[in-house]
């Protein structure tokens, strides 16, 4: 069997000449690093070593109440709006992207008291989404927050439509589908982000598709963050599991459990590791507690 680094080379010699080899030759550069921290549920922080660049997958943050399952209590830093925006601009980022992956509450729920707040701040924000979800429905919340979605918003305030990209002074993402549902209507989505030389694919909320495999197949990606929590809304760490199989991605780290009834308790995060040993064991997991930040190579 190849190793990833083979896979990866040999990948990117076949594509080249394709469209898709564009995007091959651009994957993730071997020996980069990006740091995560997850804040429960299934919102998380993507940092480069250094802080310059960051990147937060949604907004639920200090009314998360992804915590008490863990009898963790929340850190200083995440208790408040003014909290967190003081603590951001204390690492003195060039700049920080907000990435909504959909409208649900327990992504969003803090989203447009975090905005103004980093904006009060002097932080370097912008944010980004599926573009009818910014372009319609959350234009008139933009404005009761007194925010510009064409200052705030990437592409002008149109955020990006699956097969777009945006760009962000070092950060580059692209707009990828989920299968979930969302209060206004239009579609959930996930990203791939580039940060830092490394290729990380954020699955938001979703049930397993065949699609990751092209996913996997079409960007490469270094890491994949998977909501993992079964219940009502999103796929078990067992299939979970079988997305990391598709996306033949060298590291994973699953998310979305433990912050409500309906979801799976902590004991998820090991069953998707032991799901992950069984179906793709090529692929090292790492299971985090809410606050807790690794660095992944």
Partial sequence: MLSRGDFLQ????????????????????????VK?????????????????????VDAWIWNNAGWKAFNLDKPPELQ???????HVKSRNPQYVLVALTHDHGDHMGDYFELLPALVAAGVPVMT?????????ALVPKFKAANLDPAKIVLNGGAGMNFGGSATFGTIHTRLVPAVHSTFAGFPAAGFIIDLGGVRVYASGDTD????????????QPQLAVLSA?????????EDAA????????????????????????????????????????????????????????
């Fill in 80 to 86: 408040s709006a003014s909290a967190f925006a003081a």
């Fill in 36 to 56: 995560v921290r997850w804040f429960g549920g299934g919102v998380y922080e993507l940092a480069t070593p250094d802080d310059s660049a960051i990147v937060l």
């Fill in 229 to 237: 929590g079964n219940g009502p809304y999103t796929m078990n760490p």
């Fill in 208 to 219: 397993l598709f065949s699609d990751m495999a092209e996913f996997g197949r079409r960007y």
């Fill in 10 to 33: 040999t990948s990117a010699a076949a594509a080249v000449g394709t469209a898709a080899a564009g995007e091959v030759a651009q994957a993730a550069t071997p020996g980069k690093s």
């Fill in 128 to 136: 980004v989404g599926q573009s009818d979800l910014f372009r319609v």
């Fill in 242 to 297: 079988q997305a990391v199989k598709l996306l033949n991605v060298p590291h994973a780290i699953p998310v979305h459990y433990a912050h409500n009834a309906q979801v799976l308790g902590p004991q998820a995060g090991d069953t998707f590791k032991a799901a992950v040993a069984r179906v793709a064991p090529q692929t090292a997991v790492t299971v985090m507690h809410p606050g807790e930040s690794v660095t992944i190579s």
